[in-house]
């Protein structure tokens, strides 16, 4: 039964193929190419090609031109195409020979084209001119030539809204962005970055953003920027609503460059670009260096037996002395020139099957600093392969592999400005790296280190450090991508649209860090936990996304309408696992791997494991191109939140009118070429970093018991976050466009004012009667961020024959406030004032204040005379001179007198420290006049959020002569500098900056520097304004020459085009800050200080675009 | 029409898998693959085990431990800060000045014990219907355990405190956290008698566990004995509630009975004799001989060497077990000295242990107390800094000043000892005194059952002087006190007691008879010291300013209620 029933199928489809191949039969054609001019075409493509435009069957002409044929089907069509020759296509019908006549793509008449431009993103495809949200593009040619390491870089001071500051001038530190000011406490604060449309994960996800000392790992180096077409910023919440529950911190959307049909292109670029650090401070020599020590461990006791340190003492009876009567510039000797060498090939072109673009870039780089080195392999393949008209298949594969070598701590120039300089480099007698001896007592003997210079032994030799100690950062990257697409009705804008793209997408990070601290660093022997101390750590991350997308654009007869719609699937998953090894006294310092036989500290691993569902709605709708409106919706699920609060829902809405298009502004048209009014609103999100939050959690806790009586112990761990929600952005944005003299003059403006609330807080403290002393997220209060952006820029604005100049500009401003907070958050994350910590700057979180706010003592100078000659001072100041002694005044400016009969004296923290001034002692404003410093003197000292912050450039084009300058500045911002406090305190034997050889001696002095007090009792540098400065700053980012060669010239040579340029970068930088660099990025709670981190390089860039 | 037909068909399975993924919520749930997650514990006996015993883990916690020693000794007479050991906060308890941010006003670790003890009493009655190992019989005295471990740490907070949260539900999620309330300590006294008159008819017998490991280091009916006598006599000092120290006086002697029968089913057990009141020792109480063992000639203490040395002895009723491996008693490791510290460890003892001290505390320089409890002074002269030997040392001596043999630090492995026979004698003492008329002499008999009771401790660790406590000498009511308050100073010192003591003592209105005693410690300044204690409510800590940040609904201590100079405007 079954059986006959298989065969009654089987009967049915063969009489159904018979049929089909009885209709089509196979009809042999044959013909001859030919052309006019030169007669017989040879090797002429004949294709026979269906409805869809897909390849039939194929074959070429002889030597005559002739070809023969096996056509398929009659209802067919064939195509015929040669090099140099336009392609025809004819119906083939009942003809059987053809007799083609081709003719030469150069007899063309000329045709104009006329396209709307388009901007194409990640959601839907539309016109330029009906874009309602706000964005802002960067095309990477613009900055040719120019040598970035990654994308970010090139990005400074471009777009409007968006603050890039550098972490540091380390190789591959990478920067810290923040687009619209910061609007999370302690979640990430960065934009989402995307390429290609997929989100491009932080490897580094544990990383902490809001403690960030440590460098955190710069995700952007992992896309070479050559392979960068363009780099869409989207700012407003209409925008990134479709990024959902990642997009409250903007999104910044990079496309990557793709092959285009024609012959065959191969380029290759090569820059050569050197580095060298630019001036710090000015430190004490050998010489100065000893005095003040001298100086400083006398003032305290005044006694000259505490400073009686050998390492000071220039004794040449000695046996060390040869190693401590130098005067090493310690930052010269750890600082070098760095040189940067980029080369860069790509191979594209692409007929009508397919498109393909091949890369292949090779960078070196070295740094400022000694033994940092960089190198990054990275290569790219784009195929897109045509089917048919309604099939296209891509792939687009990129493998990126850094290696990183850098020093084995990031602060190398902070050893360097800090270590003695009386100090060799080089033992004197065996010649390698000098370390001090093992520490003794306090004053030293001839074996030991003196006790007192403890500080100095731990710093260590900073050259022996950077040449012996390493740190290496080894990182995979591969991410392939492949898609379909597919035209499921009309192929073109004449009919109705439905299209369907699937796509697969992997992401498959690998990261490897070891480290090495030989032995040879070490003075404290043998057993020494840092003796040949070896640690490694390796991390692998998978993410695999898949998305299926349908955009559906309906035909309507009447042109004016355009509507377009986009549904969207998508799912995500990803893993993660990682382990580490740390173990020291390796055996000998060749074998610095952690696994061999040795004492092993510490081990550890994880692995975790997220998943993320996501829909997406979009809509976009116009009139005329007149009237726009755009609608979003996505729903996100997302597995880092429980099962009632997994999903969320983020729309986006804008609208966009062009004004300029109505009837009623035609009078504004000869110079009015754009005039727009945009509006948005949205919701955006931004999600914790931690997984699993929503579980009660029970791990391992050891055991209890003795002996064989004993059980393991599980505990449970942490609290399960039951109530754990999104963080919403809610963001309203009001622009407009305007384009004046046919769009020379092109600008936009964009107000915003967003609400983010339910703020994402870790650890926030709870009562501890719950059994938890904090819980690891909550939803805390709500926060304001508002401000403006403007882009402008003119291009040609001035045009006199092969002269041009081209001008452009972007300002913004961005207010932020906490809106709302819990007082019991407010007072357990702002700590207390303590007496005795010194150099800390108490930093609170205050409703309805910014986030960055420093606050302090006011530094009002040094007194000039101590508390025993207030008499003279009293004299002084009558006389209109400095008379400022350590004596009380009230309110008033009156002297205030003590049951003695003589002045009050002022007195830091009374009934604590109870600390009485001296004559040189640093002089803190007493604000509530009550005699004492206390942390009721403490004021508002300023905030670290700039104030305004942008970026202009002035571009000049002669003939083939291009000349580009860039700008950047952030004004208005107050930076701790730290770096100067360290290095003007003089209590400790860290060497200090030539500004303390002013520092006061004797009474009578007039200075601005304390005298030197070694110890830690003494408060000359308490957290005040002495160290707060206003870190405004303009950089001239680059000035860029470049000469293209004409085609003419270069035809001889077999070359199609040859640009050669040259570029000096961070040229100036227009600032009051006397640090050595401005530019910090914030760290804990928004407040921004200056560690003497590496300063950025200033530098020169030649480089040379051959393209064959 | 085919053509369209084919999209038709092709966009409906599109959707299709975009409606499956939409109805696959599972998707999104994943699991840790490195910890269990709450719905798949709970489900077998082993999980209530660890569970059980990480409550247990929890207070051998050094966070917890320090406290034990901070909150019941520090601030009493028995010691001070060794002189070359600075520690801001040890320092200002040490002088008696509490401030609200002294670290040692952190009580999470209390409550966090609570509430894994509240925990198990959640979870563990619905293992029963999981695992059919797991009977009401597992349960009955895990609950036992719970209830009593959740009043010793109330009961150790209210000490310190007075009023305090009182917790009784488990917190595992973020809705359950709560801005909880302090109650008044009568409040949480009664709530706390209530649980261990429950826990007693469910706890383990005091030899149930087949290992001592367990009978000493968990929960058993006489630790709730012990501990429900400890809190009687508490709320009976603060009340003057003479039904209390009748109730305390019942539960010492269900202890002291049940040890007595412990010991006497021991001996059957070897096959030995007992006599008199059923035991074979001099005295009526199963107290371990502290004779010179006359056939070895030896000279070691059996006592100390036994209940401190080894730990887990016959005398002990609940100790936390430290094996010096998985546990280590850092904590009395860093204070009490170890093999490396020796006699410049962290704490001291106070130069009342010195005998050149007018004021002696043991009244005799043979005690085998004063020679075991602290290395002592080769001559009798003042010596203000004593090393604490209790707990440091192995072994213990009958007549030899010596240290002896310290543990090492790293496998620090000393026991501590909650309570312990010698200690219920001593409250049964005390509640027997203060049930005595106040005009009280003589022959009262409530005064002559105290009386026996210490000259038994008394005895055991003087066995060259025999007898030399007499009675007359103490028997009024008021001497009686003191007697037995001296004797448990003697016997408990540097076990967490003597602070309590001093409260109780004080608390039946000799505040100023207790500073006296107290400020025996300082060698100067001792009139200041009175002066910062001028009542009652300074007898308890302050609460823990980030705890009052965080919870708006805690009330500070009425005395630590200050407008702080640097307070914001």
């Known amino acids: 039964m079954k059986n006959k029933r298989i065969i009654v199928l089987l009967t049915l489809c063969c009489s159904l193929l018979i049929k089909v ?44 031109g002739n070809f023969s044929l096996a056509v398929k089907h009659v209802n067919d069509r064939l195509k015929i195409s040669y090099i140099g020759y336009n392609t025809q296509i004819m119906t083939i019908g009942e003809k059987r020979s053809f007799k083609v006549l081709m003719k030469s793509t150069a007899t063309i008449k000329e045709v104009v084209i006329s396209a709307r431009k388009i901007t194409r993103t990640s959601g839907l495809v539309i016109p330029e001119r009906e874009v309602s949200v706000a964005q802002q593009t960067f095309k990477m040619s613009d900055v040719e030539g120019l040598s970035f390491t990654s994308a970010d870089e090139a990005l400074q001071g471009k777009i409007s809204g968006l603050d890039i500051v550098f972490n540091s001038g380390n190789l591959g530190a990478g920067t810290s962005m923040r687009l619209r000011g910061v609007s999370t406490i302690n979640g990430n604060a960065e934009p989402l970055i995307v390429v290609d449309g997929q989100i491009f994960e932080n490897p580094d996800q544990s990383f902490d953003f809001t403690n960030a000392n440590e460098e955190s790992f710069a995700q952007l180096l992992t896309v070479n920027p050559e392979d960068i077409e363009n780099i869409t910023v989207k700012k407003d919440a209409g925008a990134t609503a479709m990024w959902g529950s990642r997009g409250a911190n903007g999104v910044i959307e990079i496309t990557t460059r793709h092959g285009v049909r024609g012959k065959t292109k191969v380029e290759y670029s090569y820059r050569y670009t050197g580095n060298w650090q630019p001036k710090g401070y000015d430190m004490l020599s050998g010489d100065d260096y000893t005095m003040m020590l001298k100086e400083e461990y006398y003032n305290p006791s005044q006694s000259s037996t505490s400073g009686n340190i050998r390492e000071l003492n220039y004794d040449p009876t000695w046996s060390e002395y040869e190693n401590w009567n130098k005067n090493t510039d310690w930052v010269k000797e750890v600082t070098q020139y760095g040189q940067t060498s980029n080369h860069y090939l790509t191979i594209s072109g692409g007929g009508e099957k397919a498109n393909y673009r091949i890369s292949g870039g090779y960078d070196r780089e070295t740094g400022t600093i000694i033994q940092q080195k960089l190198d990054r392999y990275s290569t790219r393949l784009v195929l897109d392969y045509f089917v048919s008209d309604r099939i296209k298949f891509s792939t687009n594969v990129a493998l990126t592999y850094t290696d990183n070598q850098k020093n084995y701590d990031d602060n190398i120039l902070q050893r360097a400005y800090e270590i003695s300089p009386n100090m060799a480099i080089r033992d004197y007698s065996t010649g390698d790296y000098y370390k001090m001896l093992p520490s003794g007592s306090s004053y030293g003997n001839n074996n030991y280190s003196s006790s007192n210079l403890s500080d100095i032994k731990s710093l260590g030799n900073p050259v022996a450090i950077a040449n012996l100690a390493w740190r290496r950062d080894k990182t995979y990257r591969i991410t392939p991508q492949m898609q379909i697409d597919y035209k499921l009705l009309g192929t073109d804008e004449d009919k109705a649209q439905l299209d369907y793209t699937g796509m697969v997408f992997m992401d498959i990070f690998s990261e490897n860090s070891p480290s090495y601290y030989p032995s040879s660093l070490s003075t404290d022997g043998w057993t020494s936990t840092y003796a040949n101390r070896s640690y490694n750590y390796d991390s692998n991350q998978l993410s695999f996304t898949t998305r299926h997308t349908l955009t559906f654009t309906p035909h309507f007869n009447n042109k004016d309408f355009y509507l377009t719609m986009l549904l969207r699937g998508e799912l995500t998953s990803g893993n993660s696992n990682y382990q580490s090894v740390t173990s020291y006294n390796l055996p000998t310092g060749t074998i610095t791997n952690p696994t061999v036989n040795a004492y092993n500290s510490d081990m550890s691993s994880g692995t975790s494991q997220w998943r993320s569902v996501a829909f997406l709605y979009s809509i976009h709708a116009s009139y005329k191109s007149k009237y726009a409106a755009d609608f979003t919706l996505r729903r996100d699920g997302s597995t880092k939140f429980g099962a009632n609060r997994r999903w969320g829902n983020f729309p986006g809405v804008s609208l966009r009118w062009n004004i300029s298009d109505e009837p009623f502004m035609k009078w504004s048209s000869p110079w009015l070429s754009l005039l727009s009014f945009r509006p948005s609103w949205g919701i955006t999100g931004n999600q914790p970093t931690s997984e699993y939050l929503y579980y009660s959690k029970y791990s391992s806790y050891g055991s ?6 004993s059980i393991t112990s599980i505990h449970p761990d ?62 805390v209060g709500s926060m304001i961020n508002k401000g403006w952006e403007l882009n402008a820029s003119a291009n040609n604005i001035i045009k006199i024959k092969d002269f041009s100049m081209s001008l452009n500009l972007n300002v913004s401003q961005n207010f932020n406030s906490i809106k709302e907070m819990d007082a019991t958050v407010l007072e357990s994350i702002n700590s207390e004032w303590s007496a005795s910590d010194l150099g800390t700057y108490l930093n609170r979180i205050q409703v309805g204040n910014p986030l960055g706010s420093i606050y302090g003592f006011r530094y009002k100078g040094v007194y000039r005379y101590d508390y025993d000659h207030y008499a003279t001072a009293l004299s002084e100041k009558a006389a209109g001179r400095n008379g400022t002694a350590p004596i009380v005044y009230d309110v008033n400016g009156n002297l205030v007198y003590g049951s003695d009969g003589k002045p009050l004296r002022m007195v830091y923290n009374y009934d604590g420290l109870n600390y009485q001034f001296r004559g040189g002692d640093a002089i803190y404003e007493d604000v509530n006049s009550d005699g004492q410093i206390n942390s009721l003197d403490i004021v508002y000292l300023g905030n670290s959020n700039p104030k305004l912050s942008g970026g202009f450039g002035i571009n000049f084009n002669y003939k083939r002569w291009a000349l580009k300058t860039n700008f950047n500045f952030r004004l208005g911002f107050k930076i701790i500098n730290t770096a100067r406090m360290q290095l003007e305190k003089m209590c400790n034997n860290y060497n200090q900056i030539t500004t303390v050889n002013l520092r006061w001696r004797k009474n009578g002095d007039i200075t601005e520097i304390p005298r030197s007090l070694y110890g830690s009792s003494f408060y000359n540098w308490l957290g005040s304004d002495r160290y707060v400065e206003d870190g405004s700053f303009c950089r001239f980012q680059y000035l860029q020459l470049s000469y293209a060669l004409s085609p003419q010239v270069l035809k001889p040579f077999g070359l199609s085009s040859l640009r050669l340029a040259c570029s000096a970068n961070n040229l100036f930088c227009w600032t009051g800050y006397t640090g050595t660099d401005p530019e910090h990025s914030t760290g804990s709670w928004g407040v921004c200080s200056d560690d003497s981190q590496t300063p950025r390089a200033k530098s020169f860039t030649l480089s040379i675009i051959v393209g064959f | 029409m085919k053509k369209i037909n084919r999209s038709i068909i092709k966009l409906t399975a599109t959707v299709l898998t975009l409606t499956a993924m939409v109805s696959c919520d599972d998707f999104l749930t994943i699991t840790p693959t490195n910890e269990i997650v709450l719905d798949n514990y709970w489900k077998e006996k082993a999980d209530v085990e660890s569970m059980v015993a990480s409550c247990y883990t929890r207070m051998t916690k050094s966070d917890m431990v320090s406290r034990y020693v901070v909150w019941g000794e520090l601030r009493s007479d028995n010691m001070n800060l060794y002189s070359g050991y600075t520690n801001t906060d040890l320092g200002y308890i040490n002088s008696a000045d509490l401030l609200a941010n002294n670290s040692y006003c952190d009580w999470s670790s209390f409550y966090e014990t609570i509430n894994y003890c509240n925990i198990v009493l959640k979870h563990a009655p619905a293992v029963m219907e999981s695992d059919p190992n797991f009977t009401e019989g597992d349960l009955q005295p895990i609950q036992a355990e719970m209830l009593t471990l959740r009043a010793l740490c109330h009961f150790y907070l209210l000490r310190t405190f007075r009023d305090i949260p009182y917790m009784t539900k488990a917190v595992e999620s973020d809705e359950e956290v709560e801005d909880v309330a302090q109650v008044n300590p009568d409040t949480v006294l009664s709530n706390i008698i209530v649980d261990l008159n429950k826990a007693k008819s469910m706890a383990m017998a005091s030899d149930g566990y087949s290992t001592d490991v367990w009978n000493r280091g968990r929960i058993t009916k006489d630790a709730v004995n012990s501990l429900l006598a400890d809190v009687l006599l508490w709320r009976a000092s603060m009340n003057n509630n003479a039904i209390d120290y009748q109730s305390c006086v019942d539960a010492c002697s269900a202890v002291i009975n049940s040890k007595i029968q412990e010991e006497k089913d021991k001996l059957l057990k070897e096959g030995k004799t007992t006599t008199g009141d059923g035991t074979s020792q001099t005295s009526k109480y199963p107290l371990i001989e502290d004779d010179a063992d006359a056939a070895t000639g030896l000279e070691d203490s059996k006592a100390y060497t036994e209940i401190f040395g080894e730990g887990n002895s016959s005398e002990s009723i609940f100790e936390l077990q430290f094996d010096g491996s998985s546990n280590v008693n850092s ?14 460890a962290d704490l001291q003892a106070s130069a009342l242990f010195s005998m050149g001290n007018d004021q002696k505390l043991f009244l005799s320089t043979a005690d085998t107390r004063r020679l075991n409890c602290i290395v002592a002074p080769t001559s009798d002269v003042n010596v203000v800094e004593l090393p604490i030997r209790k707990y440091a040392c192995t072994n213990g001596y009958l007549k030899t000043n010596s240290s002896g043999s310290y543990r090492s630090s790293s496998t620090y492995n000393s026991n501590w000892i909650f309570y312990r026979l010698t200690d219920v004698m001593l409250m049964q003492a005390e509640a027997y005194v203060q049930l005595a008329a106040d005009s009280a002499s003589g022959e009262e008999s409530h005064l002559r059952n105290a009386f026996s009771l210490v000259s038994a401790i008394y005895n055991r660790s003087n066995p060259e002087i025999k007898d030399s406590l007499v009675y007359s000498k103490y028997s009024t009511k008021t001497a009686m006190q003191r007697l037995v308050l001296d004797e448990r100073q003697r016997e408990l010192c540097f076990e967490g007691k003597r602070w309590f003591d001093l409260v109780r003592y004080a608390l039946r209105g000799n505040h100023d008879a207790m500073l006296t005693m107290l400020v025996r410690k300082y060698s100067t300044g001792a009139n200041a010291i009175k002066a910062k204690i001028p009542s009652e409510d300074y007898y308890y800590f302050p609460i823990y300013e980030n705890e009052l940040k965080v919870n708006p609904n805690l009330v500070q201590n009425p005395v630590y209620v200050t407008n702080s100079s640097t307070a914001k405007k």
């Open chain 2, 331 to 344: 904590t009395i490791s860093d204070w009490y000295g170890n093999a490396t510290t020796k006699n410049t």
């Open chain 1, 704 to 709: 209890y018991g003795k002996g064989d009586a």
């Open chain 1, 718 to 779: 942490g609290l399960k976050l039951s109530d754990l929600r999104w963080e919403k952005t809610n963001q309203y944005n009001i622009g407009g466009n305007i384009g004046m003299f046919n769009d020379m003059i092109t600008a936009d403006f964009n107000y915003y004012y967003k609400t983010t609330s339910d703020l994402l807080m870790k650890n926030r403290s709870v009562p501890s009667t719950s059994g938890f002393t904090s819980v690891s997220w909550m939803n």
């Open chain 1, 21 to 64: 191949a009885a209709q089509n039969g196979v009809t042999r054609i044959s013909g001859n190419v030919y052309c006019a001019e030169d007669g017989a075409i040879i090797g002429a493509n004949v294709v026979e090609i269906d409805a869809n435009n897909r390849i039939v069957e194929a074959t070429v002409t002889d030597f005559n």
